[in-house]
């Protein structure tokens, strides 16, 4: 063939090839066979061997793994990628849907022609946005905080539904004049010319997540907890060889690109004219809140046998103008709500219980059960958080009993059925010593609580390591649960302290640890030597002492001078006496005591001693703005419009006032945004100040 003759074969290759794919990934209708696929293929590939100047980017053959990255690139968002807010109830719902119809009314739309809902899955994956420039795919990335996300465009590319170059012009006609919108043919021709973004969810069926987990166990590694959580650890795969050999799905969800589409339905439409997987044969379009509440069923009925996970429905306006009028509530669109399916429950049974030891030194019953897969993930104990709750639950050893996945997470013991006894079920004993060093344990004031009081105990030192690495302490990423503990067992960590003397030669001679990791670890111990004196003060694990209390531990002792380092910190603490910290404000008794013995044990000082050597710096707080709101006690409920919650906090705090966690009777202001929940009732009750967001930002400027 001639060189013309080549190149027209090869973009026919592909045209075809992309068609194929489409029919077989996104419509499931396949047209040809799979020898027919195969042969289709091994010719796009052999002539474009032959002629590499005309192998493109965009061609199927380049559905492979590229070489790994060190790490992703940012990437900002061209319009922010929001979350949605969700509801659990028929009640929340029809509440919701009051609201929504309200403001509806208010933006000056009528009911008749506005009000109609298009309701689909929603799918518990990893949301991502896909941008094509001239019909090309060239960037994919994840949705990160909403503004700025992760370059993930490689891994992407190993996606079989995603196309690397959007349908040929001949096949876009036909399949709009196919759902009657060839109206828009001439816009989406001109967008297919410039830039078009796509967004969805990248999903892992059923089937593949099993098949994956019993590939772990057969090479001893560890099985992955559910399909969400593999998905989205595949798709962020520094290496996406490893994304290739893992088949990943892509749904389409938005198209926020404007081709002229009016309704949230043309645009689900126009996504499968594309090439995307759209749901367009499942979605429905509901007029009333019954309809919402059928599909909302059916669905739920066919929860267990669809071949992916889904943790409840989306249902939002249809008609796209309404939809972006209502504009936003928090982080989430007026017009749209995630409306979740209750938690999954499982029966499972109480094989044992054993009390775990945190880093306050408080023993925690938990219950191991005989393995049982809840809502994808294999569940195998559960927290009974202390022996008031087995004393409510009546629970005992060999017990039959009810398991949910509160929120789909957290395992949760929710009912004994008694009527399963046998009776050789064994009553539930009250350790009298603690479980990992032998040492006598003590209750609480309360009665409720359990705690060891040996600062030295084993099971106390691997609770307060977790709690030492945590995002609110050191934030020293990479160190989980497993790791630490391999590190303990190891004896490379016996306190905190040691985690800053680590190599990479100590933890790259471990089993399961390589190079890459190795350094990672050390880079990031390495990154969190600067720290905020808040964030060090929360990290030391004083018994009693939290967020808040660290926080007006840490405006006490900057009062008495410059605090650059460990050393000086401790200084300055051991000048303030038992009484002196009594007088803090919400400062009891209990807590004065904790803290003035905490800065003034030996151990302490022989800590830190070693954080100092270790180069720890401790950063002070930002400057008061002012002192206008000087020692007045704030608390936060609900979702503000305007800004997150944290950062009007950091606002308050920067004109000199106080944020509270719970309501009480010296709470000077309760600022309320949307949903505000039970703290509302309460601090009415109380008579609290309640200030709305706008008399809020009026106080505080």
Same mark, same amino acid.
């Given at each position: 063939?001639?060189?013309?003759?080549?190149?027209?074969?090869? =973009?026919?290759?592909?045209?075809?090839?992309?068609?194929?794919?489409?029919?077989?990934?996104?419509?499931?209708?396949?047209?040809?066979?799979?020898?027919?696929?195969?042969?289709?293929?091994?010719?796009?590939?052999?002539?474009?061997?032959?002629?590499?100047?005309?192998?493109?980017?965009?061609?199927?053959?380049?559905?492979?793994?590229?070489?790994?990255?060190?790490?992703?690139?940012?990437?900002?968002?061209?319009?922010?990628?929001?979350?949605?807010?969700?509801?659990?109830?028929?009640?929340?719902?029809? @509440?919701?849907?009051? +609201?929504?119809?309200?403001?509806?009314?208010?933006?000056?739309?009528?009911?008749?022609?506005?009000?109609?809902?298009?309701?689909?899955?929603?799918?518990?994956?990893?949301? /991502?946005?896909?941008?094509?420039?001239?019909?090309?795919?060239?960037?994919?990335?994840?949705?990160?905080?909403?503004?700025?996300?992760?370059?993930?465009?490689?891994?992407?590319?190993?996606?079989?539904?995603?196309?690397?170059?959007?349908?040929?012009?001949?096949? !876009?006609?036909?399949?709009?004049?196919?759902?009657?919108?060839?109206?828009?043919?001439?816009?989406?021709?001109?967008?297919?010319?410039?830039? *078009?973004?796509?967004?969805?969810?990248?999903?892992?069926?059923?089937?593949?997540?099993?098949?994956?987990?019993?590939?772990?166990?057969?090479?001893?590694?560890?099985?992955?907890?559910?399909?969400?959580?593999?998905?989205?650890?595949? !798709?962020?795969?520094?290496?996406?060889?490893?994304?290739?050999?893992?088949?990943?799905?892509?749904?389409?969800?938005?198209?926020?690109?404007?081709?002229?589409?009016?309704?949230?339905?043309?645009?689900? *439409?126009?996504?499968?004219?594309?090439?995307?997987?759209?749901?367009?044969?499942?979605?429905?379009?509901?007029?009333?809140?019954?309809?919402?509440?059928?599909?909302?069923?059916?669905?739920?009925?066919? +929860?267990?046998?669809?071949?992916?996970?889904? @943790?409840? *429905?989306?249902?939002?306006?249809?008609?796209?103008?309404?939809?972006?009028?209502?504009?936003?509530?928090?982080?989430?669109?007026?017009?749209?709500?995630?409306?979740?399916?209750?938690?999954?429950?499982?029966?499972?049974?109480?094989?044992?219980?054993?009390?775990?030891?945190?880093?306050?030194?408080?023993?925690?019953?938990?219950?191991?059960?005989?393995?049982?897969?809840?809502?994808?993930?294999?569940?195998?104990?559960?927290?009974?958080?202390?022996?008031?709750?087995?004393?409510?639950?009546?629970?005992?050893?060999?017990?039959?009993? !009810?398991?949910?996945?509160?929120?789909?997470?957290?395992?949760?013991?929710?009912?004994?059925?008694?009527?399963?006894?046998?009776?050789?079920?064994?009553?539930?004993?009250?350790?009298?010593?603690?479980?990992?060093?032998?040492?006598?344990?003590?209750?609480?004031?309360?009665?409720?609580?359990?705690?060891?009081?040996?600062?030295?105990?084993?099971?106390?030192?691997?609770?307060?390591?977790?709690?030492?690495?945590?995002?609110?302490?050191?934030? /020293?990423?990479?160190?989980?649960?497993?790791?630490?503990?391999?590190?303990?067992?190891?004896?490379?960590?016996?306190?905190?302290?040691?985690?800053?003397?680590?190599?990479?030669?100590?933890?790259?001679?471990?089993?399961?640890?390589?190079?890459?990791?190795?350094?990672?670890?050390?880079?990031? /111990?390495?990154?969190?030597?600067?720290?905020? /004196?808040?964030?060090?003060?929360?990290?030391?694990?004083?018994?009693? *002492?939290?967020?808040?209390?660290?926080?007006?531990?840490?405006?006490?002792?900057?009062?008495?001078?410059?605090?650059?380092?460990?050393?000086?910190?401790?200084?300055?603490?051991?000048?303030?006496?038992?009484?002196?910290?009594?007088?803090?404000?919400?400062?009891? =008794?209990?807590?004065?005591?904790?803290?003035?013995?905490?800065?003034?044990?030996?151990?302490?000082?022989?800590?830190?001693?070693?954080?100092?050597?270790?180069?720890?710096?401790?950063?002070?707080?930002?400057?008061?703005?002012?002192?206008?709101?000087?020692?007045?006690?704030?608390?936060?409920?609900?979702?503000?419009?305007?800004?997150?919650?944290?950062?009007?906090?950091?606002?308050?705090?920067?004109?000199?006032?106080?944020?509270?966690?719970?309501?009480?009777?010296?709470?000077?202001?309760?600022?309320?945004?949307?949903?505000?929940?039970?703290?509302?009732?309460?601090?009415?009750?109380?008579?609290?100040?309640?200030?709305?967001?706008?008399?809020?930002?009026?106080?505080?400027?």
């Amino acid at each position: 063939m001639a060189k013309e003759e080549i190149k027209k074969r090869i =973009e026919k290759l592909k045209e075809e090839i992309n068609y194929h794919n489409y029919l077989y990934h996104v419509l499931d209708n396949p047209m040809i066979s799979d020898e027919s696929y195969d042969d289709l293929f091994k010719e796009l590939r052999k002539l474009e061997n032959a002629n590499p100047q005309l192998k493109t980017e965009d061609s199927p053959t380049q559905k492979t793994g590229g070489d790994a990255l060190n790490e992703f690139k940012k990437v900002k968002h061209q319009k922010k990628m929001l979350s949605l807010n969700d509801l659990k109830t028929k009640d929340e719902f029809k @509440d919701w849907d009051e +609201r929504v119809k309200k403001l509806i009314i208010e933006n000056g739309f009528s009911l008749s022609n506005n009000s109609e809902y298009y309701c689909e899955y929603k799918f518990d994956g990893l949301a /991502i946005s896909l941008i094509y420039e001239k019909g090309v795919f060239s960037l994919g990335a994840t949705r990160g905080d909403g503004e700025v996300g992760e370059d993930i465009t490689d891994n992407l590319k190993t996606v079989r539904t995603i196309p690397l170059k959007l349908f040929a012009e001949r096949r !876009i006609k036909d399949a709009l004049n196919k759902y009657d919108l060839g109206r828009l043919a001439e816009n989406v021709l001109q967008g297919l010319n410039n830039k *078009i973004e796509i967004r969805g969810e990248i999903i892992i069926d059923k089937k593949e997540f099993k098949k994956i987990n019993k590939d772990q166990e057969k090479k001893g590694l560890p099985i992955y907890s559910n399909p969400r959580n593999l998905a989205a650890g595949s !798709i962020r795969q520094l290496d996406s060889n490893i994304t290739r050999g893992r088949k990943l799905i892509f749904n389409g969800y938005d198209l926020v690109t404007d081709l002229g589409q009016k309704t949230h339905k043309e645009s689900h *439409i126009l996504l499968e004219v594309l090439g995307f997987k759209a749901n367009n044969n499942i979605n429905k379009i509901c007029d009333n809140v019954q309809d919402v509440f059928g599909f909302y069923d059916e669905i739920m009925q066919k +929860r267990d046998k669809l071949e992916f996970e889904i @943790d409840g *429905i989306v249902v939002q306006i249809n008609r796209i103008n309404v939809f972006e009028k209502l504009g936003l509530i928090g982080k989430g669109p007026r017009a749209g709500i995630a409306f979740k399916f209750p938690p999954i429950e499982g029966v499972s049974k109480v094989v044992d219980v054993k009390w775990q030891v945190g880093r306050t030194g408080v023993l925690t019953p938990v219950a191991f059960l005989e393995p049982i897969r809840i809502g994808g993930a294999r569940v195998t104990r559960s927290t009974l958080h202390n022996k008031e709750e087995i004393k409510r639950l009546g629970l005992k050893i060999g017990d039959t009993v !009810i398991v949910t996945r509160s929120g789909d997470v957290i395992p949760k013991i929710l009912k004994v059925l008694t009527s399963m006894r046998i009776g050789d079920e064994k009553d539930i004993e009250i350790p009298n010593k603690c479980p990992m060093c032998g040492s006598k344990v003590v209750f609480d004031k309360s009665g409720i609580l359990i705690r060891c009081d040996n600062l030295q105990c084993p099971g106390r030192n691997e609770g307060y390591l977790n709690h030492f690495v945590s995002r609110q302490a050191f934030n /020293i990423k990479g160190l989980g649960d497993k790791i630490l503990k391999k590190l303990v067992d190891e004896c490379l960590v016996t306190d905190v302290s040691d985690l800053f003397d680590l190599e990479e030669g100590d933890l790259k001679v471990l089993d399961r640890f390589g190079e890459k990791s190795s350094q990672n670890i050390i880079t990031n /111990i390495n990154k969190s030597k600067n720290i905020n /004196i808040n964030k060090f003060i929360f990290a030391l694990g004083i018994p009693n *002492i939290g967020k808040e209390s660290a926080e007006i531990i840490a405006n006490r002792l900057l009062k008495l001078g410059k605090i650059k380092n460990p050393a000086k910190l401790l200084k300055l603490a051991r000048e303030l006496s038992e009484e002196d910290f009594d007088d803090l404000p919400d400062f009891g =008794e209990t807590m004065a005591k904790s803290v003035f013995e905490y800065f003034n044990s030996e151990h302490t000082k022989k800590l830190f001693d070693k954080l100092n050597k270790a180069g720890i710096l401790i950063e002070s707080q930002k400057a008061l703005v002012n002192q206008k709101l000087k020692d007045l006690k704030f608390l936060f409920s609900g979702e503000l419009d305007s800004m997150p919650r944290t950062k009007a906090q950091e606002m308050v705090k920067q004109r000199g006032g106080v944020i509270k966690e719970t309501v009480t009777k010296t709470l000077d202001y309760l600022v309320v945004g949307s949903k505000p929940g039970s703290k509302l009732e309460k601090a009415k009750k109380l008579g609290v100040k309640v200030l709305d967001e706008k008399e809020f930002l009026k106080l505080i400027k």
